[in-house]
C-alpha cells in the first residue's frame, strides 16, 4: 500500500502548467471561503492560479477572484469565456454551458499578507510566547 501512495504522489499528470494550478469551482459543494484558501495554496506552489466554472457557478468564481483581488492577494492575469456542448442529464439532449476561467498571479506583497495572516493564526491559536 505505502508503494501505490508513493507512486501516486510522484506521477506528474501534465508538463502544462495550467492544469496542476486550475481548481474547478463548483457552487453546491465546498463553502466560498474553502476555494479561497485554496487559490492562495495554489498561489503559493505555482506563482498563479485558474480558477474555471461552468454555468451558475460563474458567479461564484467571479465571488472569488474579486475576494483575491480586493484583499491585496492577487492581480488578474486573464480572463477566458466560452461555451462547452454538454449532455442534459434529465432530458439526455445536447445542450450548452457558460464557462469562465480566469487566471490570478500573485501580487507584489502576497507573500507578505501570508505570513502576516499565518502569524495571526498562532496567535489567536496560543502560539508562540512573546515574553
Known amino acids: 500500500m505505502e508503494e501505490i501512495t508513493e507512486a501516486v504522489q510522484n506521477i506528474t499528470i501534465s508538463s502544462d502548467n495550467h492544469k496542476k494550478n486550475r481548481i474547478q469551482v463548483s457552487n453546491t459543494k465546498k463553502p466560498l471561503f474553502f476555494y479561497v484558501n485554496l487559490a492562495k495554496r495554489y498561489m503559493q506552489q505555482h506563482n498563479d492560479v485558474e480558477l474555471s466554472a461552468l454555468g451558475m457557478a460563474i458567479a461564484t468564481v467571479v465571488t472569488i477572484a474579486e475576494i483575491l483581488k ?28 457558460a ?28 502560539g508562540e510566547d512573546q515574553g
Open 99 to 126: 464557462k469562465i476561467e480566469i487566471l490570478l498571479g500573485k501580487t507584489d506583497k502576497f507573500d507578505e499578507l501570508m505570513a502576516a495572516a499565518e502569524e495571526e493564526r498562532e496567535l489567536a491559536n496560543g
Open 70 to 97: 480586493n484583499s491585496g492577494f492577487a492581480v488578474e492575469k486573464k480572463i477566458m469565456t466560452s461555451t462547452v456542448d454538454m449532455k442534459d442529464e434529465s432530458r439526455g439532449r445536447p445542450i450548452q454551458k
